[in-house]
Nanobody, 125 residues
Framework: QVQLVESGGGLVQAGGSLRLSCAAS????????MGWFRQTPGKEREFVAV????????YYADSVKGRFTISRDNAKNTVYLQMNSLKPEDTAVYYC??????????????????WGQGTQVSVSS
């Protein structure tokens, strides 16, 4: 069965950095588009970034563009989210997601079939 396991969350001061990892198993990782989303209490899960297959194109939410970088290591079945210049408003639970057939809905949760359990990121001011 497919499993996505996030790690790397934690508490950091504003302006700091974190790198999230998402290790995948049970799927042919190299042929999946991988995305990151985040969610705060009482709000919808929102798109953060995606690394698309097979184009290797990356897209970011405007709120993180220039600060966050998504990357992947197919040999390790892992996708990463490097987060720099963190702001208090980046505080959320971060989820990775996998899609075998991602179309124009890459920023929508409905585009992804598999999800991790999430990792908490807290940014203090």
């Amino acid at each position: 069965q497919v499993q996505l396991v996030e790690s790397g969350g934690g508490l950091v001061q504003a302006g700091g950095s974190l790198r999230l990892s998402c290790a995948a198993s049970g799927l042919t990782f190299s042929t999946y588009s991988m995305g990151w989303f985040r969610q705060t209490p009482g709000k919808e899960r929102e798109f953060v970034a995606v690394f698309r297959w097979p184009t290797s194109a990356t897209y970011y939410a405007d709120s993180v563009k220039g600060r966050f970088t998504i990357s992947r290591d197919n040999a390790k079945n892992t996708v990463y989210l490097q987060m720099n210049s963190l702001k208090p408003e980046d505080t959320a639970v971060y989820y990775c997601a996998a899609s075998a057939k991602l179309n124009s809905d890459f920023a929508s949760t409905s585009g992804y079939a598999y999800w991790g359990q999430g990792t908490q990121v807290s940014v203090s001011s």
